[in-house]
């Protein structure tokens, strides 16, 4: 029957969500039942777009790439894929009517990511943080506003704020991992060999404009969505605020983390937070 396969796709999205980041599938669970899985979905299928371009080292990432892409062309076509992934993603893409130009920039972006290692002009930065992480805020926001319009056009550039900021600030956690791993430099004009304490406020200092702005748009958001994306905006926040005072010499000799025991701590505070309508 149709209605198993489906589930069994929705189920490996989650899967994928709380296999690859325990921060963001533990944010999703607090996102009502109702919206919950489509979220999981645009994570399954930004996720493997992701770990094609940085992690299968010793395949073909561009013929991989290619037949993801070819797939999804499929997926959304026929409204189906024996892929499970692009199955339970192409649901939700039809569901909410997202739009195809979100898509294309994000495809966009993760194929910079094949060949593009160091962003050197602030138009490539901003071109690059917007397909890799505003569409993907654009995308969740379809989604938490049941694809009202009206509401999706008035809360659309907090949206892609909260995603930038998002982004941002796992460029600066992963500054060892990205240089040393893949060679790329994201932040422009900025020398990661001798990254110092104002250049990294620098840094910081953009993405707290970020966070402002995608906060006022947190605030406006349907209950269903409000909590759980305000549980990711307390995580982001918290873990940008240990950056921030982390020496730059051990941010680029390590990956700075905020311990299971303060996300549950946050997650606490956060929903007294939200109960008290201090949101």
Do not use: W
């Not at 999703?28 to 979220?39: E, H, Y």
């Not at 959304?76 to 894929?81: F, G, R, V, Y």
């Not at 995308?139 to 694809?147: A, E």
């Amino acid at each position: 029957m149709k209605a198993i396969f489906d589930d069994v796709s929705y189920q490996c999205s989650r899967l994928v969500t709380e296999s690859y980041s325990t921060s963001f599938a533990l944010a999703t669970k607090m996102l009502g039942s109702s919206i919950r899985g489509d979220i999981y979905n645009i994570y399954g299928f930004v996720r493997f777009a992701d770990e094609i371009v940085d992690s299968f080292h010793q395949y073909d990432k561009e013929l991989l790439f290619a037949n993801f892409e070819k797939a999804f062309e499929d997926a959304i076509a026929q409204k189906i894929s024996l892929n499970p992934i692009l199955n339970s993603f192409q649901h939700t893409f039809h569901k909410y009517d997202i739009p195809r130009h979100l898509i294309d920039s994000f495809i966009k972006s993760m194929k910079m990511d094949l060949y593009k290692t160091v962003y050197h002009t602030e138009e490539e930065y901003k071109e690059y943080i917007y397909g890799s992480a505003d569409v993907v805020g654009l995308m969740c926001l379809k989604v938490f506003v049941k694809g009202d319009v009206a509401r999706y056009e008035q809360l659309k550039q907090s949206a892609m704020s909260l995603g930038s900021a998002f982004q941002k600030v796992n460029f600066l956690r992963d500054l060892k991992a990205d240089f040393e791993g893949l060679n790329r430099t994201y932040f422009p004009n900025t020398n990661l060999m001798e990254l110092d304490e104002e250049s990294k406020n620098k840094i910081v200092n953009e993405i707290q404009a970020d966070f402002a702005l995608g906060y006022q748009g947190i605030e406006q958001l349907p209950n269903d969505a409000k909590f759980g994306v305000y549980t990711a905006y307390k995580y982001y926040s918290k873990l940008l605020q240990k950056l921030q005072n982390t020496p730059p010499l051990e941010i680029k000799n390590a990956r700075i983390r905020v311990p299971n025991y303060q996300k549950f701590g946050l997650l606490a505070k956060s929903y007294v937070n939200y109960k008290l309508n201090l949101v």
